[in-house]
């Protein structure tokens, strides 16, 4: 299995940025694709986006559609999401996932198999 460490979280003023990371080791990067969910206290865990193993194909939640861009560097085994405009709503916190062979269409979380241990992203109005 591939082993997933996030980054980049932290606090950020409305309208603000920030760029998440996840780093992967343990198994061939570019055989998976790779998704980013958030969860906020209370709530379920949530699809943001995905990307496909070439990175050619990205999908988005309407939500963030237009503020967040997903990407990824095989080279460096690590996926991004890069948040502009963030809004208080946007505070969760962040995952990235891994799942083998996958296409990257689904936003059903149970479809990854592996999880990295989450950042905070927290977003003040």
């Known amino acids: 299995q591939v082993q997933l460490v996030e980054s980049g979280g932290g606090l950020v003023q409305a309208g603000g940025s920030l760029r998440l990371s996840c780093a992967a080791s343990?198994?061939?990067?570019?055989?998976?694709?790779m998704g980013w969910f958030r969860q906020a206290p209370g709530k379920e865990r949530e699809f943001v986006a995905a990307?496909?193993?070439?990175?050619?194909?990205?999908y988005y939640a309407d939500s963030v559609k237009g503020r967040f861009t997903i990407s990824r560097d095989n080279a460096k085994n690590t996926v991004y999401l890069q948040m502009n405009s963030l809004k208080p709503e946007d505070t969760a916190v962040y995952y990235c996932?891994?799942?083998?062979?996958?296409?990257?269409?689904?936003?059903?979380?149970?479809?990854?198999?592996?999880w990295g241990q989450g950042t905070q992203v927290t977003v003040s109005s």
């Open positions: 343990g198994r061939t990067f570019s055989n998976y694709a």
């Open positions: 996932a891994a799942d083998l062979y996958g296409d990257a269409r689904t936003v059903v979380p149970g479809t990854y198999e592996n």
């Open positions: 990307i496909s193993w070439s990175g050619a194909r990205t």
